[in-house]
């Protein structure tokens, strides 16, 4: 089979399966970088591998996909394969509660933002995180 995609392609494409590096969670990397705020890891070693940690303030950031983790606000069910994805989709509601419970037990703070939030409201998300780290 000829390889017909490039490089950069087939690092999109592997990001986008890997669920990582996804771009809500980029642009507010982006923005608290602009803000000079950098001392969090990425997909640091924690239950549910938080999108962004900031460990010695022990606050783990998760951005949520609508979809997959069922945002009250635009989740719809799908219209094919029903069943399949929402085993799927309920699998990580439960499992997002669970790491939550985890890391607060651990004495982390855990916040989540959807990401249709990400998307219309940015600068919000990114206020309300450094509203967190300082305080
Ligand atoms: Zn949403």
Redesign the pocket.
Known sequence: MVDVLTKEQRKYNMSRIRGKDTSPELKIRKMLYTRGIQGYRVHYKLPGKPDIVFIKKRIAIFIDG?FWHK?????QEPQTRKEFWMNKIDANVKRDHDVNQKLETDGWKVLRF????VRKDPESVVAEIVRILES
């Open positions: 609508c945002c009250p606000e635009c989740f959807w990401e249709h939030r």
